[in-house]
């Protein structure tokens, strides 16, 4: 007995302290994230050094922590852009050292920060750039610098873009599940995986046409970095000639083949350092952290509404557009007399065609009261041009990718998945004909195909009338573009479905422009506002653990978790859907 009260006494002891060291840690993480960050000095004769190995979003997602671990961190576009603006007249700063291997981002977005690092050269100071294993994203920004060092047993990639699209006909039947399928227009084939085995012709011309002009874009601005005729960067990228780093150096698309400590070498010149002097690199995050001379006391606020990943109802959650949070978040911005103006900054493939209406619909209740603009980054397409269309002007980049106006709907046949692969069979008691419907255990009868048919078809000619309304079109011309034809941006603005090429600083400038604002006389406000680490931490212990089981799926799924996105994609589908062909990824 006294054993085991000494081992009762001991187990009571040992969690008793583990909970006062984890209330002690928590209390440390707290007071680490609510405390203001002591200010940070930056050295004279630093180097900004630019490592993004983290995907590089909308807006900066700080490292999450949860009883998992920590992660989920992103570089904010917005945040790297101001950086790289800042060290150009920081006087403290010599230059930019770009760490960079497998870079994670958008094409729009990484010609924003390319654009930000030309810009940044206009002072004279300098850029280099490290390349272990170069992929063809990061060679986009390292082709901005005067120094491009390679690994010698480094490899670069340089052989054009591709896009794989996974098709799940062949499941299906193995599952036994037939999908019903309701689109119109012959380029909506975001459906086309659900029936199909590969493109189909309408399908493969459009990403050919899209693809191709992303990628002549993009060869374009190398080719004028690097001074290199177009046609001749073409011919290496389609004979794919670059094999090694010595390739990479005998075309001239990197400078030099070297380590890393040779690049420190090149910084110590650079620099005017003697050779054991380590050059003073400040990072990223440090930098964001150092004093700003920022004396903006203007009352004046233009709002960045940030419209990112897919549009769903209701309030959604931090990955995603929520309907409801997202057009009471834009009637706040409207209702504020501080906000002079408002940029809807908008990265979505779509997603819930009410959804979408209820954010249009707040657009235009906005617009009638001060200038809504519209700033497209990698993708604003179908449900995302959905909410676009209605702005006073829609700014897209070169390598947007938008259009995709059109809709569809998906109801699946579970019955010979549930009778004979699991055993399971379903009988039904009905007050009418029609009373199960919409149901996923038996099939649909032709008179039920038709009508919902019909819907989606009322819906795409809602779609189309508004598109039309907004963009000053005739309905007819509009609808010849659409048919849920996917776009890149030059492609786009070439028919007149957006304004102008340019980026999030162009939209800002017009935004200002509209509201008579001048530089200087306004700051931004960023909505809606995201949760903050702390939040984050708590929000697991209230029940809402849905992120830690995407993290948790990604980490044993590996490659096949784009798979199971897609398929909890389709199951979360409610209503009409408004949606990107496919799930679009450009490598």
């Known amino acids: ?88 007249t920081d006087d403290d700063i010599r230059g930019i050292l770009l760490d960079l ?101 309408s399908a493969r011309y459009q990403t050919v046409s899209f693809l191709n002009s992303i990628n002549n874009h993009s060869v374009a601005q190398i080719a004028a970095s690097r001074k290199i005729a177009p046609a001749r960067l073409k011919a290496i990228q389609d004979s794919m000639q670059v094999h090694n780093a010595e390739d990479a150096q005998r075309l001239g698309l990197v400078t030099k083949l070297g380590y890393y400590d040779e690049v420190l070498d090149y910084l110590r010149g650079k620099l005017k350092l003697a050779k ?88 235009m209740l906005a617009k009638k009261e001060k200038p809504v603009i519209a700033s497209m980054s990698d993708v604003a397409a179908s449900g995302g041009y959905y909410i676009a269309m209605g702005c006073d002007k829609i700014v ?18 579970l019955g010979p998945l549930l009778s004979d692969k699991l055993g399971i069979t379903v009988d039904r008691v009905t007050t009418g004909r029609f009373s199960d419907i919409p149901t ?29 309304a907004g963009r000053h079109l005739p309905v007819e011309r509009l609808r010849r573009l659409a048919s849920g034809r996917v776009w890149s941006g030059i492609e786009a603005k070439e028919r007149g479905l957006v304004d102008v090429l ?15 604002l001048k530089a200087g006389d306004y700051r931004l406000q960023r909505l809606p506002r995201r949760k903050s680490a702390f939040e984050s931490l708590f929000s697991y212990f209230d029940g809402n653990s849905e992120e830690a089981e995407a993290r948790a799926l990604k980490s044993k799924l590996g490659p096949l978790y784009p798979v199971y996105e897609q398929y909890r994609t389709v199951t979360q589908m409610q209503g009409v859907q408004a949606r990107l062909p496919y799930e679009l990824t450009i490598q």
């Open 276 to 363: 054991d002097k380590k050059p003073s690199l400040v990072s990223l995050s440090t930098y964001s952290k150092a004093d700003k001379d920022d004396d903006n006391t203007s009352g004046n606020r233009i709002a960045v509404v940030y419209a990112e990943g897919d549009i769903v109802g209701g309030k959604g959650g931090e990955e995603n557009v929520g309907g409801t949070k997202f057009a009471e978040t834009i009637r706040k911005a409207r209702l504020d007399d501080k906000v002079k103006a408002i940029v809807l900054r908008i990265n979505s493939p779509g997603g819930s065609a009410l959804a979408s209406d209820v954010i249009y619909r707040e657009v």
């Open 502 to 516: 340019g980026d999030f600083d162009d939209a800002l400038a017009l935004a200002a422009q509209q509201a008579k």
């Open 396 to 413: 897209a980049h070169p390598n947007t990718i938008t259009g995709s106006i059109g809709v569809f709907g998906v109801l699946p046949n």
């Open 440 to 468: 996923v255990t038996r099939r649909l009868t032709p008179f039920e195909q038709q009508s919902l048919q019909r819907e989606v078809e009322r819906t795409y000619a809602d779609f189309t009338s508004k598109a039309a």
């Open 1 to 88: 007995m006294r054993a085991f009260l000494k081992y009762v006494l001991a187990t009571i002891t040992g969690l008793v302290l583990f909970g006062a060291v984890s209330f002690l840690l928590l209390l440390a993480f707290v007071a680490g994230v609510t405390s203001t960050a002591d200010e940070v000095s930056i050295a004279d004769n630093s180097v900004l050094e630019l490592k993004l190995d983290k995907p590089i979003t909308e807006r900066k997602q700080e490292a999450e922590f949860t009883p998992f671990g920590a992660g989920n961190a992103s570089i904010g576009l917005l945040d790297l852009k101001e950086a790289i603006g800042r060290a150009k």
């Open 101 to 201: 291997d497998v870079v994670s981002g958008g094409l729009a977005s990484l010609e924003e920060v390319r654009d930000a690092l030309i810009d940044f050269k206009k002072s004279g100071k300098f850029i280099v750039a490290y390349h272990e294993t170069g992929s063809e994203k990061g060679y986009y920004l390292s082709s901005v610098a005067d120094e491009i060092y390679l690994h010698p047993q480094g490899l670069l990639e340089f052989n054009g873009l591709s896009s794989e699209v996974f098709f799940y006909k062949r499941l299906f039947d193995k599952l036994g599940v037939e999908p019903f399928i309701f689109r119109v227009g012959s380029f909506k084939s975001a459906v086309e995986p659900y029936f199909r085995e590969n493109f189909s012709d």
